[in-house]
């Protein structure tokens, strides 16, 4: 989701600049206009997409709140240092650029995109135990092909939250509806859709590392700092006993495609805290594997008016 309002910001300004020197134009023409380019930028080769999005996250790290957002961010990690600055604002710029594509290509064109798939047979190990199972993709990697790669396969319900902008809402709604996916709203409705795919032994696909809403959360240790984390996937598994797995699609260099890697969690403890900190402890080491493709600049760790830590950290 936060990729999602990065890219838009993106194509915003292109809109803001477009309309600047083209004011004489109705808004229909330069919003016809902005899907056909993205349209006919989508059929641009993936090792382009790739050195142009190098390109664009090479430029965003000239923005001092860009570039200090990544750093403070892999400093907190314990993991920075000039050269990994460098690739993290890299493949930031290539996820910016590679999901309009995705989402544009028709299915199997893009799915191709996926050269290899590791783990699998953990999938076919929890449709066959029949429980259902709750896919767990940390923003790592690409996000929106893994989703559309599984979802080719079986039938995966999904939380979204609606972009702001009505154009990147309907590319998004074209291009993630497609195969055996299902997106909802996170509300109610949501999540009896949710518990519905579970227990009709399918998949339900839940983002572990993102800030939960007021209330739906709960304060995990990520990288050493607190952060409001959501409990809606402990819950989903303890109430159906489904399988969790933890997913990513690994993004290969010079544009040669990319590597789907699934793996089965331990079995979760039953309290929620030790269960939230078993699954970090196992993003964490996800993340050391690849660190560069990381979406670094999503603010998990910020805090909202009112919010406390454990530790007394408030704004």
Known sequence: MAAIN???????????????????FPAIVLHSTLILGLRLFAHLPLPLVHLLGTSLGILSLLRTRQRRLIA????????YSFPMLVAAGREWGKSML??????????EEATSWVREIRGWE?????????????LLGPHLGCLELAGLTIAARLPVTALYRRPRQDWAHEIMQAGRNRGQ???????????RALLTALNRNEAAWVLPD???????????KFFGRWAYMPTLPYRLIESTDAAPLLFHC???????????VIEPLSPLPDDMSEA?????????????????QYLWTYRIHRLLIGEVTPDGETV
């Open 6 to 24: 990065s890219a838009a910001a993106i194509i915003l300004g292109i809109r803001l600049l477009i309309g600047q020197t083209c004011a004489i």
């Open 72 to 79: 403070d961010n892999l400093r907190q990690a314990g993991l």
């Open 98 to 107: 590679e999901m309009f594509p995705i989402w544009l290509r028709p299915l």
């Open 122 to 134: 953990h999938v076919e190990a929890a449709r066959a135990r029949g429980r259902g199972m709750v």
């Open 181 to 191: 996916a299902h997106m909802v709203e996170p509300n109610m409705r949501g999540v």
């Open 210 to 220: 993102q800030k939960a809403n007021k209330g739906e959360g709960i304060w995990l």
């Open 250 to 260: 690994e993004r290969l260099s010079w544009g040669r495609g990319f590597r789907l």
């Open 276 to 292: 939230g900190q078993q699954l970090i402890a196992a993003l964490e080491d996800l993340v050391r594997q690849h660190p560069e």
